[in-house]
Nanobody
Framework: QVQLVESGGGLVQAGGSLRLSCAAS????????MGWYRQAPGKQRELVAT???????DYADSVKGRFTISRDNPKNTVYLQMNSLKPEDTAVYYC?????????WGQGTQVTVSS
């Protein structure tokens, strides 16, 4: 079993920055993918960014050039640096980890961007 604990959400003005963190604990395997997804009110959950343990990244087109995903493997932590935030980035952000074909989700952290 894996537990994911997210932190770093909050309220920020448009153009501002936030950094999200997600720490994994429990039964950890070195080969894995960690990522961030978000869900705005009335919308489906969507991919924001993912990063494999091998270093491969994937970003949603809407965040390319503004968001950066990174990870600290010894700490089993993934980060999402969000710059130039827009009101449309407002959502609950969820951390996801997949390993050995099993996915795990965090509880979510609210990000609100005011105009």
């Amino acid at each position: 079993q894996v537990q994911l604990v997210e932190s770093g959400g909050g309220l920020v003005q448009a153009g501002g920055s936030l950094r999200l963190s997600c720490a994994a604990s429990g039964t950890i395997f070195s080969i894995n993918t960690m990522g961030w997804y978000r869900q705005a009110p009335g919308k489906q959950r969507e991919l924001v960014a993912t990063l494999t343990s091998g270093g491969r990244t994937d970003y949603a087109d809407s965040v390319k050039g503004r968001f950066t995903i990174s990870r600290d493997n010894p700490k089993n932590t993934v980060y999402l640096q969000m710059n130039s935030l827009k009101p449309e980035d407002t959502a609950v952000y969820y951390c996801r980890r997949t390993q050995l074909g099993t996915e795990y989700w965090g509880q979510g952290t609210q990000v609100t961007v005011s105009s």
